[in-house]
DNA sequence: AAAAAAACTAGACACATGTCCAGAAAAAAT
DNA sequence: ATTTTTTCTGGACATGTGTCTAGTTTTTTT
């Protein structure tokens, strides 16, 4: 009988879920401090658990903070991805993206601010290449469908990088106090997949 | 008679020598390993000073990390500025611009590396949102008559955040190991800035 | 040449931080 | 009820790191 293998599975999962326990209280304290600036104290502080417990349930700090990401990641795409799926016409297709980007930049500032933070640590510390390649990669699936050839490599990754470029800075402004409404926000992102960066429709000049 | 007033400048211009040569070879070192992963100790090493020097030239860690930076900044944006001096033809300018940055991102990019590490820095650490903000405006600067709204900041934003993000996303990709050509990084740019995201001139579909 | 100031060194100090361990407490299995 | 496994605690340990100080050497000034 499977009897074992259904306790040694259920065991799993509790473990699994005390660690997406004790990666949403991590969550919260990286997402004040970022990476480096938060100490494991402070994360066992967060979660009610001793200092000893990080190491129980993960290996060290850096696939503490791995979970974490992956963690953030599926919530993000998910949200995303979910405002997007059916969607076929293509201006509709961008008004949903930009007004989930823009929300996102109001609702989830913090959250966004550790992604950008892990993101760059990537660029000195190899151990976080593969989770933050991974993301990307999903995120640039996210963004294909808005391309006009979506098999176009070098089309995607300026598309990619513009939207990025353009959500990054807006988030910065808003994390600096400069507070745009939503519907500013999700005009920036359609001012930018709408027509070339400046200007509405037609325009007088050249 | 100003015979002291100019020793004290001579003196002082002798200091401000030293602090930039200081502040050179540091770059050296944030360059490999990131801000916060570059001890002193390192910095000390690749300066060929003692420990004691660092602060007997710099108040602290992150004072000296500001002057670098600072440094950078300036020749980076006087390299920028200068290739888009005195062009007036819109098209000419852009393709200024992208070869300048494409040639950057081949021949600097362990320095945009640190640049976009310190600037997310700032992001947690109010002390080094100062530079930040001034480098940034700089390269605002730098940008603006690309517009067709010069005054237009949210039209600004968008544009900058365009380029910064394809900029960093390219970048990003060559210190990956993607390597491409220096033309190939060019026409992403003038692809973003001459048309929309995608395609050329005017294209077949809506 | 003597005196004063600046530049520099070596090392200590305090503290933070990731890691680990011996054992207690709780839960689960027999 | 007993044993075994899992969960958890508290603290120790080693190391890295920014900062500072006492003293030395070099340069500059008189």
């Known amino acids: 009988m499977g009897k074992l293998v259904a306790r040694a599975a259920a065991k799993e999962a509790k473990r699994e879920a005390k660690k997406r326990a004790l990666a949403a209280s991590a969550i919260e304290a990286l997402k004040c401090y970022g990476y480096a600036n938060t100490t494991l104290r402070d994360i066992a502080a967060e979660s009610d658990l001793s200092l000893g417990m990080l190491h129980y349930y993960f290996e060290n700090k850096e696939q503490l903070l791995?979970?974490?990401?992956?963690?953030?990641?599926?919530?993000?795409?998910?949200?995303?991805?979910?405002?997007?799926?059916?969607?076929?016409?293509?201006?509709?297709?961008?008004?949903?993206?930009?007004?989930?980007?823009?929300?996102?930049?109001?609702?989830?500032?913090?959250?966004?601010?550790?992604?950008?933070?892990i993101r760059n640590q990537a660029l000195f510390d190899p151990v976080f290449k593969p989770?933050?390649?991974?993301?990307?990669?999903?995120l640039i699936d996210l963004v294909r469908p808005l391309?006009?050839?979506?098999?176009?490599?070098?089309?995607?990754?300026?598309?990619?990088?513009?939207?990025?470029?353009?959500?990054?800075?807006?988030l910065?402004?808003?994390?600096?106090?400069?507070?745009?409404?939503?519907?500013?926000?999700?005009?920036?992102?359609?001012?930018?997949?709408?027509?070339?960066?400046?200007?509405a429709p037609p325009s007088p000049q050249g």
Not at 84 to 111: K, V
């Open 131 to 138: 989770v933050v390649a991974e993301i990307e990669a999903s």
């Open 147 to 170: 391309a006009e050839s979506p098999d176009d490599s070098a089309q995607i990754s300026v598309l990619y990088g513009a939207i990025d470029g353009v959500f990054r800075h807006l």
């Open 66 to 117: 791995i979970y974490c990401v992956r963690l953030y990641k599926e919530a993000f795409a998910a949200e995303i991805g979910g405002r997007l799926a059916g969607i076929t016409d293509r201006q509709a297709q961008i008004r949903a993206l930009a007004g989930g980007l823009a929300a996102s930049i109001i609702d989830d500032a913090d959250t966004h601010r550790l992604w950008y933070d």
């Open 172 to 199: 910065e402004r808003h994390l600096s106090g400069v507070h745009s409404s939503a519907d500013d926000l999700s005009h920036a992102f359609c001012n930018l997949l709408g027509a070339t960066p400046p200007s």
